[in-house]
C-alpha cells in the first residue's frame, strides 16, 4: 500500500518533470538549428540581395553621371563617389563569401552613403501639346485664319519643338519655340484659303476644321444696284415723254 501511494504521488510529478526536460531540449535543439542553420542561411540570402540590388544602383549611378558629363557638367566628385561605391562593394562581397555578415552589411550602407552623394541629371525635355485654337472658324475666301496651340516643356532640361502646321495633310509652315523645363507658350500661325471648301487643321496629335465660303463682292453689288435703279429712272421718265 505504501508503494503504491507513493506512485500515485510521485510519478505524476516525474512525468511532468520528464515532460519539461523534453521540452527545455526541444527548445534548445530548435535554438541551435536557428543560430547555425536556418539563421546564416536567411543573413546569406539578404545579403546576397543587397549586395544585387547595390550593384544596380551602381550602373544606374553610373548612367548619371554619363548623362552630367553630357550636359558639359564637372564629375569628379561624382566620379570619386562612384569609385568609393564600387570598392565597398567589392569588400562587402569578400566579406559575404567569408560569412560575415555584420561587416558586409556595414560595407553596404556605407557605398549606400556615397552613392546619395550623386544627383540624378535633370530630365531630358519632353513636350505636351494642347489647347489647339481655330478662329474664326467660318471665313470668306482670302480672309485670314488664326490657329494656335499651347506647347509645355514637361522635362526639367531647356529644349526646341518644331510645331508643324498642316491643312489637310499638307505641311503649310513650322515655327520652332525653346522653352526652359516647366515652361508654357503659345504658338500662333495664321493662313487664309482661296478655295470655297472644308478644311482640316492638324498639328501634331490635335485636329480641327474651319469653313471658307465664297466672298460677297459688294462693290459689284452695289454697282448692279445702282444701274437697275438708272435704268428704272430712265424707262419711267421715257414712259411719261410718251403719255404727255
Same mark, same amino acid.
Given at each position: 500500500?505504501?508503494i503504491?501511494? =507513493? ?9 511532468a518533470i520528464?515532460?519539461? !526536460?523534453?521540452?527545455? $531540449?526541444?527548445i $534548445? @535543439?530548435d535554438n541551435? *538549428?536557428y543560430?547555425? @542553420?536556418?539563421?546564416? *542561411?536567411?543573413? *546569406?540570402e539578404?545579403i /546576397?540581395?543587397?549586395?544585387a540590388?547595390l550593384d544596380?544602383?551602381?550602373e /544606374?549611378?553610373?548612367? =548619371?553621371?554619363?548623362? =552630367?558629363e553630357?550636359l558639359?557638367e ?18 562587402a562581397e569578400?566579406? =559575404?563569401r567569408?560569412?560575415?555578415y ?6 553596404i550602407?556605407?557605398? $549606400? ?12 525635355p +519632353? ?5 489647339l ?17 499651347? !506647347?509645355?516643356n514637361?522635362?526639367d532640361?531647356?529644349?526646341? $519643338?518644331? +510645331?508643324?502646321?498642316?491643312i489637310?495633310?499638307v ?5 520652332? @519655340?525653346?522653352?526652359?523645363g516647366?515652361?508654357?507658350q503659345?504658338v500662333?500661325?495664321t493662313?487664309?484659303?482661296?478655295? !470655297? ?16 465660303k ?11 444696284i445702282a444701274?437697275? !435703279? ?10 411719261? /415723254?410718251?403719255w404727255v
Amino acid at each position: 500500500m505504501g508503494i503504491i501511494r =507513493w506512485a500515485k504521488t510521485w510519478v505524476p510529478l516525474l512525468v511532468a518533470i520528464i515532460a519539461l !526536460v523534453l521540452s527545455g $531540449y526541444a527548445i $534548445y @535543439v530548435d535554438n541551435v *538549428h536557428y543560430q547555425e @542553420v536556418t539563421k546564416p *542561411h536567411t543573413q *546569406h540570402e539578404e545579403i /546576397r540581395d543587397k549586395l544585387a540590388r547595390l550593384d544596380t544602383k551602381i550602373e /544606374r549611378a553610373k548612367g =548619371w553621371v554619363y548623362s =552630367w558629363e553630357a550636359l558639359g557638367e564637372t564629375t569628379r566628385d561624382f566620379r570619386e563617389s562612384l569609385s568609393k561605391a564600387e570598392s565597398l562593394s567589392d569588400e562587402a562581397e569578400k566579406a =559575404w563569401r567569408n560569412t560575415d555578415y555584420n561587416e558586409a552589411d556595414k560595407l553596404i550602407d556605407e557605398a $549606400y552613403d556615397f552613392l546619395a552623394e550623386i544627383p540624378p541629371p535633370p530630365a531630358p525635355p +519632353a513636350f505636351a501639346i494642347t489647347t489647339l485654337s481655330i478662329s474664326p472658324t467660318d471665313v470668306n475666301t482670302g480672309e485670314l485664319v488664326t490657329i494656335s496651340i499651347l !506647347v509645355t516643356n514637361t522635362g526639367d532640361a531647356t529644349g526646341t $519643338y518644331t +510645331a508643324i502646321l498642316k491643312i489637310d495633310n499638307v505641311v503649310v509652315t513650322t515655327k520652332d @519655340v525653346t522653352l526652359a523645363g516647366g515652361a508654357s507658350q503659345m504658338v500662333t500661325f495664321t493662313t487664309s484659303q482661296d478655295i !470655297v471648301g472644308n478644311y482640316v487643321v492638324n498639328v501634331d496629335s490635335l485636329s480641327g476644321t474651319f469653313v471658307v465660303k465664297a466672298a460677297m463682292n459688294w462693290w459689284l453689288i452695289g454697282g448692279v444696284i445702282a444701274c437697275t !435703279v438708272i435704268i428704272g429712272v430712265i424707262i419711267s421718265r421715257v414712259v411719261r /415723254r410718251r403719255w404727255v
